[in-house]
Nanobody, 125 residues
Framework: QVQLVESGGGLVQPGGSLRLSCVAS????????IGWFRQAPGKEREGVSC????????YYIDSVKGRFTISRDNAKNTVYLQMNSLKSEDTAVYYC??????????????????WGKGTLVTVSS
């Protein structure tokens, strides 16, 4: 059974950092593009970042470029999202996901077909 489990969220002050983890079971992450999306209260889902399965190329939305870094450890079947210089507008539940697309970019998020239960990130002083 395919399962994705996110962890690492929490309460952090503006300017702080968090590292989210996404552990997969039931399949090998190394064959898939994996992405992170977020959903803030009262707002629509927003694709944040994804990482290629072949060459580790990456995509980020403009609002997190230079602050967030996505990476993968295939040996641990885990994908990470390092989040630095956090802002209040980053507050959301963060989910990792797979998709029916191998092409990274903004459109990848339109093809998401499986995701975990999410981890809450709250950025507040």
């Amino acid at each position: 059974q395919v399962q994705l489990v996110e962890s690492g969220g929490g309460l952090v002050q503006p300017g702080g950092s968090l590292r989210l983890s996404c552990v997969a079971s039931g399949f090998s992450l190394k064959y898939y593009v994996i992405g992170w999306f977020r959903q803030a209260p009262g707002k629509e889902r927003e694709g944040v970042s994804c990482i290629s399965s072949s060459d580790d190329s990456t995509y980020y939305i403009d609002s997190v470029k230079g602050r967030f870094t996505i990476s993968r450890d295939n040996a641990k079947n885990t994908v990470y999202l390092q989040m630095n210089s956090l802002k209040s507008e980053d507050t959301a539940v963060y989910y990792c996901a797979t998709a029916r697309s191998g092409m990274i970019g903004a459109s990848w998020f339109d093809y998401m077909d499986d995701w975990g239960k999410g981890t809450l990130v709250t950025v507040s002083s």
